[in-house]
């Protein structure tokens, strides 16, 4: 069993900064491919990033590169998402996730075994 809690959301302005965090529990997140997701209101989960268990391969959707960075510290079972230049459309509840089987990374949610319960980005115009 793996839990996956996010923290970090908020409401920022367009233009402006938030870092989310992932602490995960299991001996294993090491091993653990980890990404992050969205949902906005009425629309469906999407892709947002992934980086391998080293944290050595990443990979970005087009609409955050450039402005999203995620990273991850095995030591303290954590992810990372970092935030910058946000727009009104990054607006939703982010989720991460963990592929506890994949030695590559996969944008499909359909890939991840544990999710966790959300956090609420709100960028203002």
């Known amino acids: 069993q793996v839990q996956l809690v996010e923290s970090g959301g908020g409401l920022v302005q367009a233009g402006g900064s938030l870092r989310l965090s992932c602490a995960a529990s299991g001996r294993t997140f090491s091993s653990y491919v980890m990404g992050w997701f969205r949902q906005a209101p009425g629309k469906e989960r999407e892709f947002v990033t992934a980086i391998s268990w080293s944290g050595g391969s990443t990979y970005y959707a087009d609409s955050v590169k450039g402005r999203f960075t995620i990273s991850r510290d095995n030591a303290k079972n954590t992810v990372f998402l970092q935030m910058n230049s946000l727009k009104p459309e990054d607006t939703a509840v982010y989720y991460c996730?963990?592929?506890?089987?994949?030695?590559?990374?996969?944008?499909?949610?359909?890939?991840?075994?544990?999710w966790g319960q959300g956090t609420q980005v709100t960028v203002s115009s």
């Open positions: 996730a963990a592929d506890l089987y994949s030695d590559y990374i996969w944008p499909d949610p359909q890939r991840y075994d544990y």
